[in-house]
C-alpha cells in the first residue's frame, strides 16, 4: 500500500439494487424475466470500473437471516416488508454480472452489508488506502474519515466531512449519537420522541455527545424536549438506539486485499449474459472490447509470425458459401471478365484470437452500365423470388430519395445498381430503374423478401410501383420466433446466426454535424454495404423461415403476418388528414389555459414558482403548505411529486394537486401532438403518414410511431377535442368500427367460466353484470361508481393488477379492494381456474401461446408453483397478459386482412386509414356509408369463431371525434 495511494470502491449492494429497481421498471428479458434491477445494477457498475478504474472493487450484501442487532432488539426492522418477488428473482442473475465483471461479493451471516462496509472501510483506511463507500445509506455517514468519503450514486455527489456538516451539522464522530437521538422509524430504531435533524445537531453542537448531554441535563430547560431526554435515558432507549445504530467494525472477514483487486472482465461470458437478457445496449458495449482486444490480439500475432497484412476478397471466399443449384446465380454470364470487373474487393475481418472463423463469403457486384443491367434484368425476371433492398437519403420515406437497389437470391452473391452517385461516378437513371423493374415489382407471382421490406414498398409506392408478392421479412420472422425481444436488428441478427460483422452505416456516412448523405458516398463502398445487406436479408429468411416451421409458427408467419406487410403499407402510404388551421387555434386556445392555470396555481401556492421544477414544487407542497407527502421518491428518498401523489392529493381534496395535474395534462398533449402533428403534415399528401409496427409488443399488438396515434387520450376533455383534427377527404365521412370489450370475451372464451360467457350471450353490458354480481344488487340499481369498481376490476384481473393497484386506481382502502377481487373470483371462479392452469403450462413448456399459436417464452423459474393472484410477479402477470391480449390482436389482424381482402376484391373507393388497438377508422364516399359498414361489421365478426359473440360498434361521422353511432340494424345514423 504505497504512494500513491490505492483507490478503494465499496459498494452497498443491496442499498443500490433497491434504487435501481424502483428507479427503473417494466423491463423484461426476452424470456420474461424482470431485469430492471440487473440492469441498472450492472450500468452503475460498469461506470465505476470503466470511468473510476479502482484498484479495488467489492460489493457488500445482506444475507437472508436475524443479525446481531435482532438479538439485542426483537423488533429491529420487524415491520420492514419483504423483497418484491420480482426483485428477489433477480439477485442470482446479479451475482451472475458479478461473477463475470470479476467482482468479489461478500455477506457474512449475522452482520448487514453496512457492518460489512464499516469493517472494510476502516480496514482499508488504516492501511493508508483512500475509500469511496457507493451508499445513499444515512447510516454510513458514521464512517467518513479523512480519506474515507461517501458517493449517492443516483445523485452523483460525494459527502465528506464538510459536506456532512453543511447537511446535518455534525462530524463523523457524532453520526451515531444523532441518529440514536433522532431515531429511524423504518427500522424501530426508538430515537427520543420529539427530537428532530435541527434539535438533534443542536445538542450534540453544546454537548459534544449523547454521555455529555447525560452529564449536563441539568443545563437544559426544562420542557417538552428535557422530560423526554430524560425519560429515554431512564428507560435505557437512547443507549439502545446508540447500539443499533452504530456500525460494526469487527465483522470477521478475511482481508484478502490481493484477491480483491480489479479484475479484467470476463468478456466471452458478459456478453453473452447481455444477450440472453436483451440488454442490447450492453452487449454491444462488451462486443466493442472484444474486438479491440481481438484487434490488438491479431497484431501482436502477426508482429510475431512477421507478417505484416493479411486479408481476403469476399469475391475470393464466395467458395465457402453453401452451394446452390437451384436457380441461376446471379454472375452467370457467358462474359466472366465483364463481371470480375464490377465486382467489389472486401477485406475479409480478421477474428478475435487468430485467423477469423467468419465464413460469410460474398461475392458482390456493382452493376452500372446500361448494358450490364439489360442483361441482369433478364436474369432477374426469371426468379421465383429474390431478396431486394434500397438504399435512400432518408429514414422517412415521405421525404427519402432512392440511391439505389440491391439484390440477392443465392446464398454469398448480390448486386448493387446506383441511381444516385457523387458526381462523375456513372449510374442507371432512376426513371429507367422503375420503369423496368415495375413489371417484376408488381408480379405477385414473383416472391420479394428484405429486412423490413414494408419501408422498401412505401418509398416504391411514392415513384408509382406497388409492390406485390411479399413473401418474407426477416424482422418478423425473428420477431415471431423472439417476440420478448427489444431488437429484431440485421446486424445483430447476422452476428447470432452466422457469426458475421455486417459494415455498419456509420462507417459509410459517419455521425453527427460531418455525416454525409448516402448520396454522397462513393458507390463501391455503398454496393458493399447494400450487398451485404440484400445477402444477409435473404440468408436470414431461408435460417428463420426453417426454424418457424420447426417451431409451428410458418402458418402465423404465411398467412397473417405477411399478408398484412402489404396491408399496412397501403395504410401508412395513404395516410390520414388534418386540420391544420383547428390545431392551430386550439394551440392558442391551450397556451391561454395554460396561462391561467399557471396564474391560479401561483396564487394557490401563494408565491411565483417554476412549475416544472420538483424541487420547487415539493418546497411549496410540503415545506410551505404542509401538505402530507404521499410517497417517497426511489432514488433520492425525498417527497415524491409524480403524478400518482398528485392525484392522491387531490383526491383528499387540496385544490393546488388537482390544478397541476390539469397543468401537466394539457401541456403534453400540446407538445406531444398539437404542435407537433402540423409539422408532420406530409406537404405533397397534405396528411400525416404513420408507420404501424409489427415486431415492437411481445403479444403481437401493432404499435404505431412517427407520430403515435394510438396513445392519444381520449378520457380528457382536450383529448377528445385532438380527435376533431383527424378528417376525411372533402365531402367524405369517417368511420370507426370498435370491437366491444374484445379482451374480455377472450377471458369468457378461454376460462369457460359460465356465468361470464352467458353475461355475453345475453348481450349484457358486462361491467354492469359484473357489479350486480359484485355489489349484490339489480342491475338496475347498479350505480355509475359501481360500474366503474367492476370495470377496473375487470380489467384489474387480466393484467393482473393486485389490491394494491385497484386501490390506488380507484381511491380506496386496500381491504376494500381486496374484497372486490375476492368478490369476483367468488362469483368467477373459473376465471382463477384458468389463470391458475395457464401458469403451471407456462411453467411446463417454457411458453404461452395466444389462439393463432404465437408464443413468448418464459423462463420456467419465474412461474411460481402455487403463487395466488395476490403474490404474482410481473412475469407471471406478462403471461396471463400474453395469451388474452395476444389472442385479441390475432383477431385484429385477421380482422385487417378480411376487410382488405374484401375492399381489394370490390375495387371500393374507401380506404382504411388506422388501426388503434381494438378499433379501424376508414374514410367513405357518401355512396358507400351503408355498404361500407355492413362489409366492415361483417368481417370483423366472422374473422374468428369464438364461444361468446363478437360485438363491432360502428360510428359515422365528419371527424374522428364527432361521429354517431351506426345501429346494429341497416338505417340512417
Known amino acids: 500500500m504505497t504512494d500513491p495511494a490505492p483507490q478503494v470502491y465499496l459498494v452497498d449492494a443491496h442499498g443500490l439494487i433497491f434504487q435501481v ?68 428473482l433477480q439477485l442470482p442473475l446479479i451475482q451472475q454480472v458479478l461473477q463475470a465483471m470479476n467482482i468479489p461479493s461478500i455477506g457474512i451471516p449475522g452482520y448487514e452489508a453496512d457492518d460489512v462496509l464499516a469493517t472494510l472501510a476502516d480496514a482499508a483506511d488504516k492501511a493508508g488506502m483512500h475509500v469511496t463507500i457507493c451508499s445513499s445509506d444515512k447510516d454510513c455517514r458514521q ?136 440488454f442490447r445496449s450492453y452487449a454491444e458495449r462488451i462486443r466493442g472490447k472484444l474486438k479491440s ?24 471466399a464466395a467458395s465457402t458459401a453453401p452451394a446452390k443449384a437451384t436457380t441461376p446465380g446471379l454472375f452467370d454470364t457467358d462474359d466472366s471478365a465483364d463481371a470480375a470487373d464490377h465486382s467489389v474487393d472486401v477485406d475479409f475481418p480478421f477474428g478475435a484470437l487468430g485467423p477469423s472463423t467468419d465464413t460469410w463469403g460474398g461475392n458482390y457486384r456493382l452493376i452500372n452500365q446500361l448494358s450490364d443491367w ?89 415513384k408509382g410501383v406497388t409492390v406485390r ?14 417476440a420478448g425481444e427489444r431488437s429484431h436488428n440485421l446486424d445483430e441478427m447476422t452476428r447470432q446466426y452466422f457469426q458475421h460483422e455486417n459494415i455498419t452505416i456509420e462507417s459509410l456516412i459517419g455521425k453527427g454535424k460531418k455525416q454525409l448523405s448516402m448520396s454522397e458516398v462513393p458507390t463501391e463502398k455503398i454496393a458493399e454495404y447494400a450487398a451485404e445487406d440484400a445477402d444477409a436479408a435473404w440468408r436470414l429468411c431461408e435460417r428463420l423461415e ?15 403476418e405477411i399478408p398484412l406487410i402489404e396491408v399496412l403499407g397501403r395504410m401508412e402510404s395513404t395516410g390520414i388528414r388534418i386540420d391544420v388551421p383547428f390545431l392551430n387555434r386550439l394551440s392558442g386556445e391551450m397556451a391561454e389555459q395554460l396561462e391561467t392555470l399557471e396564474a391560479e396555481i401561483h396564487q394557490l401556492a401563494g408565491r411565483e414558482f417554476n412549475i416544472g421544477s420538483p424541487k420547487q414544487l415539493r418546497q411549496i407542497l410540503f415545506e410551505e403548505m404542509k401538505l402530507p407527502m404521499q410517497k417517497r421518491t426511489d432514488t433520492t428518498g425525498e417527497a415524491s411529486t409524480d403524478q400518482e401523489s398528485l392525484e392522491r392529493l387531490g ?39 404513420t408507420s404501424f409496427n409489427q415486431t415492437v409488443a411481445a403479444t403481437g399488438r401493432l404499435s404505431s410511431s412517427d407520430p403515435n396515434l394510438q396513445n392519444i387520450p381520449t378520457r380528457t376533455e382536450q383529448g377528445k377535442q385532438l380527435r376533431q383534427a383527424f378528417l376525411p377527404r372533402d365531402g367524405w365521412q369517417l368511420l370507426t368500427a370498435d370491437y366491444s370489450q374484445i379482451e374480455l370475451r377472450m377471458l369468457a372464451h378461454y376460462s369457460g367460466d359460465p356465468a361470464l360467457r352467458q353475461a355475453f350471450l345475453d348481450d349484457s353490458d358486462v361491467h354492469t353484470r359484473v357489479a350486480a354480481d359484485i355489489f349484490k344488487v339489480p342491475e338496475a340499481e347498479v350505480s355509475s361508481l359501481q360500474r366503474r369498481v367492476a370495470k377496473t376490476v375487470n380489467f384489474g384481473v387480466i393484467y393482473g393488477m393486485s389490491a394494491h393497484g385497484l386501490a390506488a386506481r380507484l381511491g380506496i382502502l386496500r381491504d376494500e379492494a381486496t374484497g372486490f377481487i375476492d368478490a369476483y373470483f367468488a362469483r368467477y371462479p373459473q376465471v ?59 383477431l385484429m389482424k385477421l380482422a385487417l386482412l378480411r376487410v382488405d381482402e374484401q375492399l381489394q376484391r370490390e375495387q371500393r373507393q374507401s380506404k382504411m386509414l388506422l388501426t388503434v388497438h381494438d378499433e379501424l377508422v376508414f374514410e367513405v364516399p357518401p355512396d358507400e356509408i351503408e355498404t361500407m359498414v355492413g362489409l366492415v361489421r361483417n368481417a370483423m365478426t366472422t374473422a374468428m369463431e369464438l364461444t361468446v359473440p363478437l360485438h363491432v360498434d360502428v360510428s359515422i361521422g365528419p371527424n374522428w371525434l364527432d361521429t354517431v353511432d351506426w345501429p346494429q340494424s341497416a338505417g340512417a345514423p
Request: charged share 25%.
Open 21 to 88: 429497481f424502483h428507479a427503473i421498471s417494466g423491463m423484461t428479458s426476452p424470456d420474461g424475466r424482470p431485469t430492471n434491477a440487473v440492469y441498472g445494477f450492472a450500468r452503475d457498475l460498469m461506470d465505476i470500473s470503466e470511468s473510476v478504474r479502482p484498484d479495488y472493487l467489492v460489493c457488500a450484501f445482506d444475507l437472508p437471516g436475524k443479525t446481531f442487532r435482532s438479538d439485542i432488539f426483537d423488533a429491529y426492522k420487524a415491520n420492514r416488508s419483504e423483497p418484491p418477488s420480482d426483485l428477489i
Open 143 to 278: 464512517l467518513i474519515r479523512d480519506r474515507v468519503q461517501l458517493l449517492n450514486l443516483r445523485k452523483k455527489t460525494r459527502m465528506d466531512r464538510a459536506e456532512l456538516l453543511a447537511d446535518w451539522g455534525v462530524t463523523p464522530e457524532q453520526v451515531v449519537d444523532f441518529q440514536a437521538l433522532v431515531g429511524d422509524k423504518v427500522d424501530n430504531v426508538p430515537g427520543v420522541p420529539g427530537i428532530g435533524e435541527k434539535t438533534a445537531a443542536k445538542l450534540l453542537q453544546q454537548f459534544g455527545s449523547i454521555d455529555g448531554i447525560i452529564q449536563r441535563i441539568d443545563e437544559l430547560p426544562k420542557g417538552k424536549n428535557r422530560s423526554n431526554l430524560e425519560a429515554a435515558i431512564a428507560s435505557g432507549a437512547i443507549h439502545l438506539s446508540r447500539q443499533l445504530t452504530r456500525l460494526s467494525t469487527e465483522v470477521p472477514i478475511a482481508l484478502e486485499w490481493d484477491k480483491w483487486k480489479r479484475a479484467e472482465w470476463d468478456l466471452p461470458r458478459l456478453q453473452s449474459l447481455f444477450q440472453e437478457l436483451g
Open 293 to 316: 482486444a481481438g484487434a490488438a490480439a491479431n497484431a501482436t500475432l502477426l508482429e510475431t509470425a512477421g507478417i505484416a497484412s493479411r486479408a481476403v476478397t469476399k469475391a475470393k
Open 374 to 462: 439489360s442483361d441482369f434484368l433478364a436474369q432477374l425476371s426469371q426468379q421465383s423470388s429474390f431478396a431486394f433492398d434500397l438504399e435512400t437519403t432518408s429514414l422517412r420515406f415521405d421525404e427519402a430519395r432512392i440511391v439505389g437497389f440491391a439484390f440477392c437470391w443465392n446464398v454469398g452473391e448480390a448486386v448493387y445498381v446506383p441511381a444516385l452517385a457523387p458526381l462523375g461516378e456513372p449510374t442507371i437513371p432512376i426513371d429507367r430503374l422503375l420503369t423496368d423493374l415495375k413489371p417484376i415489382l408488381e408480379n405477385p407471382k414473383i416472391g420479394k423478401r428484405n429486412q423490413n421490406i414494408k419501408f422498401d414498398a412505401n418509398i416504391l409506392a411514392r
Open 469 to 482: 408478392g411479399i413473401v418474407g421479412d426477416s424482422m418478423v420472422a425473428h420477431y415471431l420466433l423472439h
Open 546 to 560: 426453417t426454424e418457424l416451421q420447426s417451431a409451428g409458427l410458418d402458418a402465423l408467419y404465411r398467412e397473417v
Open 651 to 689: 383526491a383528499l381534496g387540496y385544490e393546488l394537486p388537482r390544478k397541476l395535474i390539469e397543468h401537466r395534462q394539457i401541456s403534453k398533449l400540446k407538445g406531444t401532438y398539437v404542435d407537433a402533428l402540423p409539422k408532420l403534415v406530409d406537404l405533397q399528401t397534405g396528411r400525416v403518414h
Open 832 to 890: 382463477l381456474a384458468y389463470q391458475d392452469t395457464l401458469l403451471a403450462n407456462a411453467r411446463k413448456n417454457g411458453y404461452v401461446s395466444t389462439i393463432l399459436g404465437r408464443r413468448r417464452r418464459f423462463d420456467p423459474s419465474v412461474i411460481r408453483p402455487g403463487s395466488t393472484f395476490q403474490q404474482r410477479n410481473q412475469a407471471e402477470r406478462e403471461a396471463i397478459n400474453m395469451e388474452i391480449q395476444g389472442s385479441a390482436a390475432d
